[in-house]
């Protein structure tokens, strides 16, 4: 089992940039893929990026494409996702989520194809 647990979050303005960090424990973190999701008020979540157990692949929805990047450190047992040029679109509650995978690659952006999930960090960003 994996536990997450997200940090952060705040008030940005337009144009500004944030560091989300997802602490994860246990000791297989390396046995999972990571992704981050987000969802705003009166929407579905939303899938945002994604990154491989060893973090050699990675992708981001077109959204985001040149404003976040995903990245890992299995040796801390993290996950962060760097946003920069925030809009105020972008405001949501971001969730990291877990996926077994076993030393594979696969790209998942549904939801229910994730395991484990934080309890979230809101990201609001004024205009």
């Known amino acids: 089992q994996v536990l997450l647990a997200e940090s952060g979050g705040g008030l940005v303005q337009t144009g500004g940039s944030l560091t989300l960090s997802c602490a994860a424990s246990g000791r297989t973190f390396d046995m999972y893929a990571m992704g981050w999701f987000r969802q705003a008020p009166g929407k579905e979540r939303e899938f945002v990026a994604a990154i491989s157990w060893n973090g050699d692949r990675s992708y981001h929805t077109d959204s985001v494409k040149g404003r976040f990047t995903i990245s890992r450190d299995n040796a801390k047992n993290t996950v962060l996702l760097q946003m920069n040029s925030l809009k105020p679109e972008d405001t949501a509650v971001y969730y990291c989520?877990?996926?077994?995978?076993?030393?594979?690659?696969?790209?998942?952006?549904?939801?229910?194809?994730?395991?484990?999930w934080g309890q979230g960090t809101q990201v609001t960003v004024s205009s």
């Open positions: 989520a877990a996926r077994r995978s076993f030393g594979s690659w696969e790209l998942k952006t549904r939801d229910y194809e994730y395991n484990y």
